[in-house]
């Protein structure tokens, strides 16, 4: 018996009038688009023929991006609306002067993943080895910014990345938040005969309990990054990675287990590191590296000004100073702009009962 071929049913007169609608919108947006581009091209002719070399402006993004969100109606999410303005943002910047991004890699990073939040996938990405390699390529002018990881909602703060600042001349010019979603990786279809699994260190503590749960005899192994535990993985089908998504597309590994961190709202925040002195925002925050003598109640007279000026202080940290015995340097952050009348008042005293302070920063918040 013969089987009928089922004809396609037509579309409503509703439907085509909804696709013909697209398809104006979609000719307008590229019209929009494209005289958005020209305009960035002019104003990279204007800028050169002044002699400024620098076309990136972090203050200029972020109220842009905050613009977008403000005036955001959805059906779009906030976060979706800003990752497509990224995306215009970053092609017509790439129209003035393409840029090159330096991160902790290998490839399939989620300090990579950081790097093309917050720039778009409009510049070049540079993998580099270490947090140390990162900021050297930036102080040697071979990348124009870079992107070093610097603390953990769940772990704490990344204590190298502290470190590289105290003798860098490089300055902090921006932040990115990025919500971490662990996946157990394979070159293998199942877990059987799994002996090892491969992640970086914050990552093995970031996933302990499902790993206590689900894995307790197979061992633990700390390495550079988690893309670097995929790469690994990639060639040996008895270890299993935990790393992101795009390393599982990068290294072609089979996604065991998906979102197997222990926190939920597990999130990484990100630096932007450059020779560029970001202007106020209208929301930003300053970093700071400060130390006192080493005497009873120093912390409290060090810190009094900002309480005076009603300076919020959002984080502190202690690092050994490396230049005496038990000597430390205090890592500040507080809000506000240093070309902020009390912001500045406060540092002038901070500066006058301090043994050593260094301005690390002035730059905007993190956008989503």
Same mark, same amino acid.
């Given at each position: 018996m013969?089987?009928?071929?089922r004809?396609p049913a037509r579309?409503?007169s509703r439907l085509r009038?909804?696709?013909?609608r697209i398809?104006?919108?979609?000719?307008?947006i590229?019209?929009?688009v494209?005289?958005?581009a020209? @305009?960035?091209?002019?104003?990279?002719? =204007?800028?050169?023929?002044?002699?400024?070399?620098?076309?990136y402006?972090?203050?200029?993004?972020?109220?842009?991006?905050r613009r977008?969100?403000e005036?955001?109606?959805?059906?779009?999410s906030?976060?979706?609306?800003?990752?497509?303005?990224?995306?215009?943002?970053?092609a @017509?910047?790439?129209?003035?002067?393409?840029?090159?991004?330096?991160?902790?890699g290998?490839e399939?990073?989620f300090?990579q993943?950081a790097?093309?939040?917050h720039?778009?996938h409009s510049?070049?990405t =540079?993998?580099?080895?270490?947090?140390?390699?990162?900021?050297?390529?930036?102080?040697?002018g071979?990348?124009?910014?870079?992107?070093?990881?610097?603390?953990?909602s769940?772990?704490?703060?990344?204590?190298?990345t *502290?470190?590289?600042?105290m003798d860098?001349?490089?300055?902090i @010019?921006?932040?990115?938040? *990025?919500?971490?979603h662990?996946?157990?990786?394979?070159?293998?279809?199942? =877990?059987?005969?799994?002996k090892?699994?491969l992640?970086?260190?914050q990552?093995?503590a970031? @996933?302990?309990?499902?790993?206590d749960?689900?894995?307790?005899?197979?061992d633990?192994v700390?390495?550079a990054?988690n893309?670097?535990a995929a790469r690994?993985?990639?060639c040996d089908?008895?270890a299993?990675?935990?790393?992101g998504?795009?390393?599982a597309e990068? !290294?072609?590994?089979?996604v065991?287990?998906s979102?197997i961190?222990?926190?939920?709202?597990?999130?990484t925040r990100f630096l932007?590191?450059g020779?560029?002195d970001?202007l106020?925002?209208g929301?930003d925050?300053t970093?700071?590296?400060i130390?006192?003598?080493?005497?009873t109640?120093?912390?409290?007279r060090?810190?009094e000004?900002?309480?005076?000026?009603k300076?919020?202080m959002t984080?502190?940290?202690?690092?050994?100073?490396?230049?005496?015995?038990?000597?430390y340097?205090?890592?500040?952050?507080?809000d506000?702009?240093m070309?902020d009348?009390?912001?500045?008042?406060? =540092?002038?005293e901070l500066?006058?009962?301090s043994?050593?302070?260094?301005?690390?920063g002035? !730059?905007?918040?993190a956008v989503l």
């Amino acid at each position: 018996m013969k089987r009928k071929t089922r004809t396609p049913a037509r579309p409503s007169s509703r439907l085509r009038a909804l696709r013909d609608r697209i398809d104006q919108l979609d000719e307008m947006i590229q019209q929009l688009v494209s005289e958005r581009a020209s @305009c960035a091209q002019e104003i990279a002719s =204007l800028k050169l023929a002044a002699g400024e070399e620098n076309f990136y402006r972090p203050e200029r993004e972020v109220d842009v991006l905050r613009r977008v969100i403000e005036r955001n109606t959805g059906p779009l999410s906030a976060e979706e609306m800003a990752r497509l303005f990224r995306e215009i943002m970053s092609a @017509c910047l790439a129209l003035e002067k393409p840029m090159q991004i330096a991160f902790l890699g290998p490839e399939g990073t989620f300090t990579q993943a950081a790097a093309l939040k917050h720039f778009g996938h409009s510049v070049t990405t =540079l993998p580099l080895g270490g947090i140390a390699d990162v900021f050297r390529e930036v102080e040697s002018g071979a990348a124009n910014f870079g992107v070093v990881p610097i603390e953990n909602s769940t772990e704490g703060v990344i204590n190298h990345t *502290l470190d590289m600042f105290m003798d860098s001349p490089l300055r902090i @010019c921006g932040e990115v938040e *990025l919500r971490i979603h662990h996946h157990l990786l394979s070159k293998a279809k199942s =877990l059987k005969g799994a002996k090892r699994v491969l992640s970086h260190q914050q990552s093995l503590a970031q @996933c302990r309990e499902w790993l206590d749960t689900n894995l307790p005899d197979v061992d633990r192994v700390s390495v550079a990054s988690n893309a670097e535990a995929a790469r690994l993985v990639a060639c040996d089908s008895r270890a299993v990675a935990i790393a992101g998504s795009s390393a599982a597309e990068i !290294y072609e590994l089979h996604v065991l287990a998906s979102n197997i961190e222990d926190e939920p709202d597990n999130t990484t925040r990100f630096l932007i590191i450059g020779r560029l002195d970001p202007l106020p925002s209208g929301d930003d925050k300053t970093s700071l590296l400060i130390s006192g003598p080493n005497r009873t109640g120093s912390l409290m007279r060090l810190l009094e000004p900002l309480a005076r000026h009603k300076i919020n202080m959002t984080r502190i940290e202690s690092r050994p100073s490396r230049r005496g015995l038990w000597e430390y340097v205090f890592f500040v952050d507080i809000d506000g702009h240093m070309q902020d009348t009390r912001v500045r008042k406060a =540092l002038d005293e901070l500066e006058k009962g301090s043994s050593v302070i260094k301005w690390l920063g002035s !730059y905007p918040k993190a956008v989503l």
